[in-house]
């Protein structure tokens, strides 16, 4: 139930006043649905409106002039603006109103009447001139140009000062809450009060207001992150207290160990003790292992499977696509299979009587693992007794998808693998409702792939040295972004680069993209894991842990539009075997020096993690596209950099909380019910009600 003293907030946006039918879907789209998101609009920046005269005006500044009407310059086409002459005693300042309705601030605004006239000062030819100003006022209504002002964010049709408004408006709306936030932190830090916070947020006194370290808004960036971290602890509490069957370390796993060509790396011994532990707990596990390219994760999940078996259990591993699924099957079957564990396939393109076969093994527990696509959650599966889900790539999946699979048994333990680092500081806020593993530790004997970057004036040469090599029998990624607004575009660009290298490469040139159905992109990467495509331009990251340890060169052009983990990522999907790999990161010059640096990291190191970090560092948290990808929530004040301090905090205070008071029924739990429902994070985790 919504505390009755949110209504006004949770009121549509229509109920703000000067917000009908024209404005609504512009704010809609500008700040959200409801008063609050209106509420939550913060300024972006100050501008002060200095008085000034025309004989010491600067061009581009905002300024403020005590004027005279001096001539009307009616346009003589209707391309041309109307222009109101003005005159302040030191020079001439000419008003300038494109579209029709100079003529109506003419007629207000007659020749010989006194004005006071605010805006962004131009220079055209030797006249001074603003173009519809920001204020036009009589001397009478001169209060009515605030000297500083506040600037919102805007869109077309929404003037930043229409936003402001409605932004102070619905200030009005928002009452005093009861404070949620523990006293002698507030006092601790200096903060104010929600209220406080947020009527300091919409009349900032100076730049440093608008800055993410100021009090005001540190205290709001609490808040949300916050009711974040406690939505993820009580969904985490949530689970625990579900009661799933014990599961006890096998002979099986360890028979398979014993079998394996190399010895397990410490993480990943560690790993398989942490899915051991909640094996025993008699809990719902939800764990994630997270792990570079390449760290190992599937033997671990393998082993799992295998204690799962063992205790007379089944297990499923889902797979986005249908070439991943078919590699982990590959990988898995036999080694399970040696020792008594049978595994079947399913994907998409199963039909028919192998299908049903397929279906009824598992139904009856003959077989005692699934590993497939979507085609594992349909309808028409049924597991005999499923106690284990083990979903790679995560965050492909969606959480209706991953539920429907674990809907499959009762109380299913939840193994999650993901491959996208994520900065240490960051790991609460996307992952805080599941128990994370990192694998943080590569098996040994694996060369790093020797990486550079080149200008794309090199391209030719980049082309020439990449037939060289297929002629030698490599086999290679060339990988164009996404990057102008148009997909059609950026298509154009990678076909345009497909001929080209067919051009100097001959035939076997592929070509995947965005655009492909499943089939078509699943055909395109197995006629290249089989060799039949020597050189796979792509546009996007199709597959990110496919497997093909005969390519050994990676081209990525335009690495600059890259996020960095995406980069790591994409490299990774070479150097997979015993030849040595390269990579080679294709830029349009001139390189910005953060840029300049972003790359250099990648030359220096292969540790996603620190990769990450890095490019945390660089960008500030600015750039929200490549933490978005990787899941990062989509927060209105919190600032995954500036307030990583705040994350920790928040978490620890989150696990304090629902440990104390996990009904959030004491006063204080009240009030942060308040403050849930505030930021109302149910709508939007990425791992919400997961598991
Ligand atoms: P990812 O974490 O990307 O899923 P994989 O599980 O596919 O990585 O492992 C990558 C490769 O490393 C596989 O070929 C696997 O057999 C191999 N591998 C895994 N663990 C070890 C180890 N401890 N020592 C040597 N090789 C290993
Ligand atoms: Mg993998």
Known sequence: MRPEILFPLYAPVTTLKGVGARVAPLLEKLAGPIVRDVLFLAPHSLVRRRPATVNTAIEGEVQTFTVEIDEHQKPRSP??????????????????????????????????????????????????????????????????????????????????????????????????????????????????????????LHAPVNEADLLPIAPHIRRLAYDELLAHQLAMAQRKADRRAEPADKIAPGPKAA????????????????????????????????????????????????????????????????????????????????????????????????????????????????????????????????????QLAVVDEQHRFGVAQRQLLQAKGRSVHLLAMSATPIPRTLELTVYGDLDVSRIDEKPPGRTPVATRAAPMTRVDEVEARLREAVAGGAQAFWICPLVSESELVDLKAAEQRAIELRATIGDGVGLVHGKMTGPEKDAVMADFADNRIKVLVATTVVEVGVNVPNATIM?????????????????????????????????????????????????????????????????????????????????????????????????????????????????????????????????????????
Request: proline share 5%.
């Open 255 to 386: 028979a398979i160990v014993a079998d394996l060509p190399f010895k397990l790396t410490g993480a990943q011994d560690r790993a398989l003790a942490d899915v051991r532990h909640d094996f025993a707990q008699g809990e719902r596990m939800s764990r994630l292992l997270q792990g570079d390219v390449g760290s190992g994760k599937t033997v671990v999940a393998m082993l799992a499977i295998a204690d799962v078996a063992a205790a007379g259990a089944q297990s499923a591993l889902m797979a986005p696509t249908e070439i991943l699924a078919r590699q982990h099957y590959e990988t898995l079957a036999a080694p399970l299979a040696a020792h008594g564990i049978t595994t079947v396939l399913l994907t998409g393109r199963d039909k028919g009587a192998a299908r049903a076969e397929k279906l009824r093994a598992l139904a009856s527990g003959a077989a005692q693992v699934a590993i497939g696509t979507h085609a594992l959650f349909q309808n028409e599966v049924h597991f005999q007794s499923l």
């Open 79 to 200: 391309q041309q603006p109307w222009k109101i002459r003005t005159f302040d005693g030191s020079g001439f300042l000419t008003l300038v109103y494109f579209g029709s309705f100079g003529h109506a601030v003419a007629e207000k605004n007659p020749v010989g009447a006194k004005r006071i006239v605010s805006g962004k000062v131009e220079r055209f030819g030797s006249e001074w001139q603003i173009s519809h100003p920001d204020y036009l006022v009589a001397p009478d209504k001169a209060d009515e140009i605030p000297e500083v002002e506040t600037v919102y964010p805007a869109t077309a049709g929404l003037p930043a000062r229409t936003v402001r408004k409605l932004a102070l408006q619905a200030l009005t709306q928002a009452a005093d809450l009861p404070e949620w936030q523990d006293p002698a932190w507030l006092a601790k830090g200096g903060f104010p009060t929600w209220k406080e916070a947020l009527e300091r």
């Open 555 to 691: 081209v990525i052009e335009q690495a600059e539009r890259f996020g960095l983990a995406q980069l790591h990522q994409l490299r990774g999907r070479v150097g997979r075997g015993r030849r040595e790999s390269s990579c080679v990161l294709l830029y349009d010059p001139p390189l910005s020096e953060t840029a300049q640096k972003r790359l250099d990291i990648l030359r220096r190191t292969d540790d996603g993690f620190q990769i990450a970090e890095t490019d945390l560092e660089l960008r500030g948290g600015g750039d929200a596209l490549g933490l978005r990808q990787s899941g990062f929530p989509d927060y209105v004040f919190a600032d995954p950099f500036a307030h990583r301090d705040l994350i920790a905090a928040a978490g620890d205070d989150a696990r304090l909380i629902i440990g104390r008071d996990p009904e959030l029924t004491s006063e204080r739990g009240k009030a942060l019910r308040v403050l849930q429902e505030l930021f109302d994070w149910r709508a939007s985790s990425p791992l919400k009600d997961a598991g």
